[in-house]
Nanobody, 121 residues
Framework: QVQLVESGGGSVQAGGSLRLSCTAS????????MGWFRQVPGKEREGVAT??????SYADSVKGRFTISQDNAKNTISLQMDNMSPEDTGIYFC????????????????WGRGTQVTVSS
C-alpha cells in the first residue's frame, strides 16, 4: 500500500504561480511512476504530468508552464505551476503506479485525496 498526501493548493490570479507537493508513505519502493492529474466538476480527469527515474512527461496544455520533479530521499514529488490560467483551475491529484510503464494514459494504482487549485482572471 502507498499513501499519498497532497499539499500546496490555493488561489492565484492569472499569470501567477503555485507549487504542489505530494508526500508518499508506506510501500514507496513499489511506486514505479508518479503523476499529477486534475479534474474539474463535470469533466473527465486529465493527466497533467508524470515522472519516472527523473524522466518527465507533460500534457500539451501545460508544457512550458509546469514542471514536475521528484525527491526520492524525501519520498516527495512536486509540481511547479507558472504562468497559470483560469483553465488550470481544478482539483489536483497525486497518483502512483506500481507496474512497468509510465504515462497519463496508463492505470495508476494509488491516489491522494486531492488539493484545490483556483486561478482567477
Amino acid at each position: 500500500q502507498v499513501q499519498l498526501v497532497e499539499s500546496g493548493g490555493g488561489s492565484v490570479q492569472a499569470g501567477g504561480s503555485l507549487r504542489l507537493s505530494c508526500t508518499a508513505s508506506g510501500d514507496t519502493d513499489s511506486a514505479n511512476c508518479m503523476g499529477w492529474f486534475r479534474q474539474v466538476p463535470g469533466k473527465e480527469r486529465e493527466g497533467v504530468a508524470t515522472i519516472v527515474a527523473n524522466y518527465a512527461s507533460y500534457a500539451d496544455s501545460v508544457k512550458g508552464r509546469f514542471t514536475i520533479s521528484q525527491d526520492n530521499a524525501k519520498n516527495t514529488i512536486s509540481l511547479q505551476m507558472d504562468n497559470m490560467s483560469p483553465e488550470d483551475t481544478g482539483i489536483y491529484f497525486c497518483a502512483a503506479r506500481t507496474t512497468i510503464g509510465c504515462g497519463v494514459r496508463l492505470p495508476f494504482h494509488y491516489w491522494g485525496r486531492g488539493t484545490q487549485v483556483t486561478v482567477s482572471s
